[in-house]
């Protein structure tokens, strides 16, 4: 499996720094943020290290479907009944301050801190 050993994402994953998970699988690890913006604020990642949606390519599709697909189930298991944002900040403009790809998942009542 491909792991950055400066990335604090691929840290999380190999359990070298904690991080309060909600889901784990093969392939992906979900975890609270620890600066949410929102009620609930989960960050789903790859286990495998991606730096960033912009080096996806085909070969990615079925792992983004994956992480996508997650996102109801984790919102419906954390008690988010009234809608959530999925965001992904990519490179420099984008705001990416994490190079190991992440889909941000948010939900709960407004006001929100951020977003
Ligand atoms: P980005 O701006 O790259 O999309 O967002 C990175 C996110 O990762 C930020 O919301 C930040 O709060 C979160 N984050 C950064 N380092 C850690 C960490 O060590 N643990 C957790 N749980 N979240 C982190
Ligand atoms: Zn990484």
Redesign the pocket.
Known sequence: MSTDPNC?FCK?AAGQ?P??KVHEDDELLV?????PWAPVHV?VIPKRHVASLAEVGPEHEALLGRMMALAPRLMRDLGVTNGFRVVV?TGPDG????YHL?M?VMGGPRPWARG
């Open positions: 604090v999380i720094i991080a309060n975890f609270h943020d620890i600066h960050l900040n705001g990416q301050e994490v992440h941000h």
